[in-house]
């Protein structure tokens, strides 16, 4: 009989350690989402990586990594033409965060994560890691479009006109607050299209120059354990502008490509899940304008 009491008070001792442990668990995890919707839209993109740092093995933790690297992605596209070191060294630090995500349980953060690095090596000159990347992209992803992506961007590598414009763009070097000098053969920016992670498989790609990056990053609050609801006015990092431009005229901006929207029935998958019960845009906190 003492026996059977031991195993019962060991039983209920578990049951409220354990009830103590996934309260705490949830509370973190809340607060996790919390700070990672109240930073979006900043440029200040250190409040991701100290997010990641301060609540690892969050999911919020990983989306904090993947918006980080995508951001520094942007940010560095930004000064390729106007400080073209400046620039590299942010899609260095773009690189370093999307490593931590590339191996991600959730696919479509690996997606998102192996895509991202795939353009990064890519703008770096690092083509051979680059193809190796937009391979993994084509065996993980089960989208259509992302395939078609990846495919056209392998094809570009390969191509006479895609070499010719990484020759062209290895010795291209612009100092910061001097005009942009193109070749004169040269007709239009380098460009491809923002990616939409969705469920519809046909997408029309730009493949001509440099990849812009996907920058579809998370733009909605929570709901329960089923797709996020939509939240106005709360959005990742901006696209970079893309530049077009001959002769010694400079550049002008203009970039193409098409988004999917998924299909499915109030789902997205490029948006990272969240804490259980229903977000507001008060919870959420402030975000930015978005794509």
Do not use: C
Not at 142 to 151: E, N, V
């Amino acid at each position: 009989m003492p026996w059977i009491l031991g195993g019962l008070a060991i039983v209920v001792v578990g049951a409220i350690a354990w009830g103590i442990f996934n309260a705490r668990s949830q509370q973190a995890s809340a607060a996790a989402w919390s700070d990672y919707y109240f930073n979006l839209g900043d440029d200040n993109l250190d409040p991701f990586i100290d997010l990641a740092d301060n609540r690892p093995g969050t999911d919020a933790a990983q989306w904090a990594l993947l918006t980080a690297g995508e951001g520094y992605l942007s940010q560095g596209m930004d000064e390729l033409y106007t400080n073209k070191a400046e620039g590299l060294s942010m899609i260095e630090l773009a690189v370093e965060q999307l490593e931590q995500v590339e191996d991600a349980s959730r696919i479509e953060l690996r997606e998102k994560a192996l895509l991202g690095l795939a353009r990064a090596h890519e703008t770096l000159g690092d083509i051979d890691k680059a193809k190796s990347y937009y391979e993994q992209v084509r065996s993980v992803s089960s989208l259509a479009s992302i395939q078609a992506a990846a495919s056209q961007r392998l094809s570009f590598l390969d191509s006479d006109e895609g070499k010719a414009f990484y020759t062209w763009f290895e010795s291209f070097d612009p100092k910061p607050d001097a005009p942009i000098e193109l070749s004169p053969d040269f007709q239009s920016p380098p460009t491809s299209p923002d990616l939409d992670f969705s469920n519809t498989p046909d997408a029309e790609v730009d493949t001509s120059g440099l990849p812009a990056p996907d920058l579809g990053t998370a733009n909605d609050t929570p709901a329960g354990d089923g797709p996020p609801l939509p939240l106005e006015g709360n959005a990742g990092p901006a696209a970079p502008a893309s530049s077009e431009g001959s002769g010694d005229t400079g550049a002008e901006s203009e970039g193409t490509g098409t988004s999917d929207e998924s299909t499915a029935s109030g789902s997205n998958s490029d948006q990272p899940p969240g804490p259980s019960g229903e977000a507001t845009k008060e919870d959420a906190g402030s975000g930015a304008e978005g794509k």
